[in-house]
């Protein structure tokens, strides 16, 4: 069984990088340097098996963690996201606001 998560549009600059982040109809700005990490994705709990002529895109993928703001006043959020590299799909994991409220846990 995978994760739960939720889909989000996301733009990056030329490097890669998140910039802006759409989730539940509204649009996001990053306004801090977003952290990146990879891991390796449970294609196994996902997929009977691997397909032929995958590359490493199927097994690993990017995970984002990325201060995002609605405006300039409202408060920062930060998002956990994952983006899987040979489908170019982004899923949020989790968001919470600066005040460590949790606002969702998606996994």
């Known amino acids: ?21 759409r989730w539940r109809g509204r649009g996001y700005r990053v306004v801090q340097d977003p952290v990146r990490w990879y891991e390796r994705r449970a ?7 691997l397909p032929k ?5 199927a097994v690993d993928q990017q995970m984002w963690r990325v201060q995002v ?3 300039v006043r409202s408060e920062l959020l930060t998002l956990e996201l994952v983006h ?4 170019g799909r982004w899923r949020l994991l989790a968001a919470t606001s600066a005040s460590g409220t949790q606002v969702v846990r998606c996994a």
């Open 53 to 57: 002529n995958r590359g490493i895109g």
């Open 43 to 49: 294609w196994w709990a996902e997929d009977a098996r």
């Open 69 to 71: 703001q609605l405006t």
């Open 84 to 87: 899987t590299l040979d489908t």
């Open 1 to 21: 069984m995978g994760f739960l998560t939720e889909g989000v549009e996301v733009d990056c600059d030329t490097g890669g990088v998140p910039v802006t982040v």
